[in-house]
């Protein structure tokens, strides 16, 4: 157990629709990053929060927005949902801006 | 063009073998991260590293930072070890993440 919580594991849902999926860090962990693996695509970087404030950006589409809560939890947040969009979604945490990763488990999102 | 690049894509391997991981990639990094992806699906790190060698019961991650070129060994391996193994690099411009597709590794008892 990573101490990385990810809710929900599994979503199914129709195009267009929107998801939020939330991520509880390690305590005490003050990053959390946001990744998506699809089939094709492989796994893509997303965007990191330190602390609540956005640090680094990734792949992110203009769809997906994400926010980092002040208890440091984080949700990404999925517009318009493309049935491309079906992926592995994994969030991880880390203590400093930049050290080891801590995954939790994933969300699948399946998009009908 | 991919930024990081990983060899073999699979690997099958007899118990006990001794296993090489290679792992290049093209851009300034602050850290190199070796990735185990289980079929289940869940991802565990099992090294960071910006210089040198790091070591973990019969797990050995080294990185050449001239070369730019990393390599994970896997001593003795085991049944338990199959599972697709992950390179992934941290850029030292803009923080970004870029991850190699990974390597498929399955030991036969």
């Known amino acids: 157990d990573s101490g990385v919580t990810q809710t929900p594991k599994h979503l199914i849902t129709a195009t267009g629709q929107r998801v939020t999926l939330r991520c509880s860090p390690r305590?005490?962990?003050?990053?959390v990053y946001w990744y998506q693996q699809s089939l094709d695509q492989g796994l893509q970087f997303l965007i990191q929060?330190?602390?609540?404030?956005?640090?680094a950006k990734g792949n992110i589409l203009e769809r997906f927005s994400a926010q980092q809560f002040p208890d440091l939890h984080s949700e990404l947040n999925l517009s318009s949902l493309e049935l491309g969009d079906s992926a592995l979604y994994f969030c991880?945490?880390?203590?400093?801006?930049?050290?080891?990763?801590?995954f939790g488990e994933g969300s699948r999102l399946t998009v009908l | 063009k991919n930024e990081v690049e990983q060899s073999p894509q699979n690997l099958t391997a007899q118990e006990g073998e001794f296993i090489t991981i290679n792992c290049s990639y093209s851009?300034?990094?602050?850290?190199l991260h070796w990735l185990q992806q289980h079929p289940g699906g869940g991802i565990v790190s099992l090294f960071m590293l910006s210089s040198g060698k790091k070591k973990h019961g019969r797990l050995i991650a080294t990185i050449n930072i001239q070369e730019k070129h990393s390599s994970l060994h896997i001593t003795a391996s085991h049944p338990r070890d199959s599972a697709v193994y992950i390179c992934a690099v941290r850029s030292n411009t803009g923080n970004q993440f870029y991850f190699g597709t990974g390597t498929s590794l399955t030991v036969i008892p």
């Open positions: 929060y330190y602390n609540g404030e956005e640090r």
């Open positions: 305590s005490g962990d003050l990053s």
């Open positions: 851009v300034g990094i602050s850290a």
């Open positions: 991880a945490s880390s203590a400093l801006r930049g050290g080891e990763l801590f």
